[in-house]
């Protein structure tokens, strides 16, 4: 438990000298800790270093362990980051501050509906797919373009666009992985000087293993599990 201070120090750091390196704005790269398949406990430890920003996969598995957290520690703030179904929107938006992992107009009206019902306005990000390796993802940019106009026209009160987030390729190869977020960069680019009337800063990209990749390539939010916490036990859950 000693170790996810320490780690958590560590990634700071390799954060703040890779915006250094790379003369991106000091403090400009946010750091969230993606706790699926990691104990309450664990968790807490992460907060009482100072973490506040967390990202879970799955919903099921958030909504058994964020609640009482929320409840003891109200600052401190929880993203979906996974593929979601549409049957698990509304515990998601009952637990999240954000969605990263919007891939689809149909998911888009499905958080629009359960966040009204909660009265509450959700943001998102929507998912980039910019590797074969992972299935989700816009891969259509005319689709996308599609949501954003239904944005535009007010057909959801509830949603704040707020970025994009994407998955590198699972590949040792780091041209492979510049080009990937290289990609996601240039999308978003795009999509905000075509859609002014958002705030679209975020951009989430970079986990463990490549998130100074990511921040070189221009990522706001890196989203790091194995190297705060450790790996993962798989067959706990
Ligand atoms: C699990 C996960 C992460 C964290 O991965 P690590 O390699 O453990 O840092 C980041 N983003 C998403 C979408 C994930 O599912």
Redesign the pocket.
Known sequence: MQDIKQNLNSILNKIRETEIKTGRKENSVKLMA?S?FHSCEEIETAIKSGQILF?E?RVQEASEKFPSLFSNYPDINLHM??VLQTNKVLNAVKIASCIQSVDSIKLLKEIEKQSAKLNKNMNILFELHTGEESKSGFTDLDELKKAFDLCEEGLFPHITPCGFMT?APFTQDKSIIHSSFKTAYEISQKFKSEYKNFNLQELSMG???DFEIAIEEGSTLV?????IFGERDYTKK
């Open positions: 993606v699926k990202g996969n980051i996974g998955m986990m463990s293993g989203r790091v599990g194995t190297a």
